[in-house]
């Protein structure tokens, strides 16, 4: 009884110490609201870019090109949005931050459930913000409201995953500056060589090679099946491996970082 007690107590103080990180990390977007603002902003502008300056000159088969490409747009938000945790990650350990943490009496897995939680919630405001702009301009979900809710939901789990992979290269870069441009630059191909702004058949043959098996793609063509219509089950299956496999390899790398940090 006492060993159950004990885990209870355990457990229940991992909440506490986990909803304190989260409210933390929640706190400061509010006490620095432009790094939410500015990145919002610049989804809009490029929402509106494509759309307006390059979605007529791009055959979509027919589809008006705001409908093909919101779906992808809500998972390049993900996407991005992850490089924000690598930065902010190499922020806290260049300021000490994290030793702090270590410190403390407090449970080592707190800061990353933390940082899980805070960003879902960052993910989820972005998509429906992205949403909410994209119905002014035309958008509109065509298979219902419980296949856009699990759009939505793919779409955050996929972040979730890319949170992990975000969250090692911050620890792992140790300098601002470094985890900056490591997120980017494997962001960058995976976005841009995919189905997200154009169909794939357009793209050079060993191109279409590399698109296909993209785990972009396979997000974006699940978000985009079930936000229009089409075959679900095979991008579905192929985005929660991809998602799985993310996950699968990187929480146990970034603990053992961690662990490992002098």
């Known amino acids: 009884m006492n060993a159950q007690a004990g885990i209870v107590r355990r457990f229940s103080e991992s909440v506490s110490d986990t909803i304190v990180m989260t409210r933390r990390d929640i706190l400061r977007y509010v006490r620095l609201p432009q790094l939410l603002v500015f990145n919002t902003i610049l989804y809009v502008v490029l929402l509106l870019l494509f759309t307006y300056v390059f979605g007529g000159a791009i055959n979509t088969g027919g589809v008006d090109y705001i409908q093909f490409l919101l779906p992808g747009f809500l998972v390049q938000t993900v996407v991005f949005?992850?490089?924000?945790?690598?930065?902010?990650?190499?922020?806290?350990?260049?300021?000490?931050?994290?030793d702090r943490y270590r410190s403390l009496p407090i449970a080592r897995s707190a800061?990353?459930?933390?940082?899980?939680?805070?960003?879902?919630l960052r993910y989820a405001m972005v998509i429906l913000l992205m949403i909410g702009i994209g119905s002014a301009m035309g958008f509109r979900f065509e298979n219902g409201a419980a296949y856009a809710a699990a759009a939505v939901g793919?779409?955050?789990?996929?972040?979730?995953?890319?949170?992990?992979?975000?969250?090692?290269?911050?620890?792992?870069?140790?300098?601002?500056?470094?985890?900056?441009v490591a997120g980017f630059v494997w962001v960058f191909p995976l976005v841009f060589a995919s189905s997200l702004f154009v169909p794939i058949e357009t793209m050079p043959g060993w191109l279409q090679a590399f698109a296909k098996i993209n785990?972009?793609?396979?997000?974006?063509?699940?978000?985009?099946?079930?936000?229009?219509?089409?075959?679900?089950?095979s991008p579905l299956w192929k985005m929660l491996a991809w998602s799985g496999g993310l996950m699968l390899l990187f929480i146990p790398l970034t603990i053992r970082r961690y662990r490992l940090m002098s």
Do not use: H, M, Y
């Open 215 to 233: 785990p972009v793609t396979t997000v974006v063509d699940t978000v985009r099946a079930l936000s229009l219509g089409g075959e679900i089950v």
């Open 111 to 120: 800061f990353f459930n933390g940082r899980i939680i805070s960003d879902a």
């Open 154 to 180: 793919l779409t955050i789990l996929f972040g979730l995953a890319l949170t992990w992979l975000a969250v090692f290269i911050g620890i792992s870069s140790r300098n601002v500056e470094t985890a900056q």
């Open 81 to 98: 949005g992850s490089t924000q945790t690598s930065v902010g990650i190499a922020e806290d350990l260049s300021k000490g931050i994290i």
